[in-house]
């Protein structure tokens, strides 16, 4: 293995531990977030433990060699992000261990839509090219106290959703800002969101698909639709028609009496797990092995469950990935640990291997999920050589 791939390997490692243990800061450091840098926009679930209503944090950091991690904020722990001058550092026990920069801000954030809504509050810009828009911060299942144990999504949009403007986006607010956004670079999105009452997901998903290949002229506009297994699974292909490249459907957790327990809801409501399962692989029938995704919570069942779930899918022509269980601020599931940092970094080796086994590749896995910096994205692209430190001895601050 060449110098750079294990080098890249070990930030992996610390990447792994940072986003695990999170770090402590203060916030009065971050002076040029929100202008030069992005700015950390709340959208679907916040993963912080201290809340910063009102003060700009960035979402995330990234490593000397590029791999960007997720800020979670939180003052226990035993790492903190500090200001050296004009240098940005993690220490531990006052020493440095690393130094970190930032996600450049992109310029659609000082754009509005013409109804005056902030772009920001419509598509959050994660990296690489990748934007997330969250239709609704609220979830149905909460009023009947169904929702997920471990989600946090109601509770993000009460602590920050009047300070931020939080609010239901409209098809064309969204084809406006994906517009923009496409045109600094931006090249695959994720629409998702919370269970709608009624279940009336799917013509507002196809006023979205419309207003985006309108404003942004593109009839295959990469678009991820991210819904809950629809009972009449007819209209699984309605999605492709409408423009979306690959669909979404989360499992959450593999064993069926888990999935139960932790998903009321997503039980109650999608007709069970088996039909769960059955979605999933019509889904496959209609976009394509590769282009559909599923997501398990890694952490909240035994590996050997989330590895059973994770070959059957890939099995199945669906690209599923477990990225770490962080305990949200107002989830249920609040104030309990996630598995160790080794657990989950074993895990997403392994996820990846299953991956690689059925011949995924990268740009599948990019299309499919919503973020592009999971541990198995990382190891992608490093063993295939994709991050661009490869292609050059500075490492690049990450820019859109
Ligand atoms: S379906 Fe579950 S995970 Fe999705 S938003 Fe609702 S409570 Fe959260």
């Not at 999608?270 to 952490?299: A, E, M, P, Q």
């Not at 779930?309 to 989830?331: K, Q, R």
Request: with cysteine; proline share 4%.
């Amino acid at each position: 293995m060449s110098n750079l791939k294990q080098k890249l390997y070990e930030e992996l490692a610390l990447k792994n531990l940072l986003a695990n243990t999170g770090v402590g800061f203060d916030p009065k450091i971050f002076t040029q977030i929100g202008s030069s840098h992005a700015e950390s926009v709340h959208c679907l679930f916040d993963y912080s433990v201290d809340e910063h209503v009102g003060v700009n944090i960035p979402p995330a950091f990234v490593l000397p060699h590029g791999l960007i991690t997720l800020l979670k904020a939180d003052n226990r722990s035993p790492y903190r992000l500090e200001r050296d001058a004009d240098r940005f550092i993690i220490t531990q026990g006052g020493n440095e261990i690393t130094e970190v920069t930032f996600i450049k801000r992109p310029k659609y954030y000082d754009l509005k839509t013409t109804d005056g809504t902030p772009m920001k509050n419509v598509a959050v810009y994660g990296s690489d090219g990748v934007i997330f828009i969250a239709y609704s911060n609220e979830c149905s299942l909460k009023e009947s106290g169904k929702d997920c144990l471990f989600c946090n999504i109601n509770h993000t949009k009460a602590t920050y959703g009047e300070v931020e403007g939080i609010n239901w986006k409209y098809p064309k607010q969204i084809g406006e800002t994906v517009a923009a956004a496409y045109k600094e670079g931006g090249r695959h999105l994720t629409i998702s969101g919370g269970f709608v009452p009624e279940r009336r997901e799917v013509e507002y998903y196809l006023d979205v698909a419309e207003s985006i290949k309108e404003h942004t002229g593109l009839e295959d506009f990469n678009g991820t639709a991210c819904i809950g297994a629809p009972h009449d699974l007819s209209v699984i292909s309605k999605y492709k028609e409408a423009g979306y490249r690959t669909l979404a459907t989360n499992i959450e957790v593999w064993d069926r009496n888990f999935f139960k327990a932790y998903c009321p809801g997503k039980e109650e409501l999608c007709g069970g797990y088996d039909h769960w399962i059955k979605s999933l692989k019509h889904s496959v029938n209609v976009f394509g092995r590769g282009r559909v995704r599923s997501n398990l919570v890694g952490g909240l069942e035994s590996k050997q469950s989330t590895l059973e779930g994770l070959e059957y899918l890939a099995d199945a022509g669906v690209i599923a990935l477990a990225p770490a269980w962080n305990p949200n601020n107002g989830s249920a599931l609040e104030g309990h640990r996630s598995p160790e940092a080794e657990w989950h970094l074993d895990l997403a080796y392994r996820n990846a291997a299953i991956l690689q086994k059925h011949g995924y590749t990268y740009e599948q896995l990019y299309d499919a999920y919503a973020n592009s910096q999971t541990l198995v994205h990382d190891i992608y692209r490093i063993e295939n050589e994709l991050l661009p430190v490869f292609n050059s001895n500075e490492v690049l601050e990450e820019a859109f």
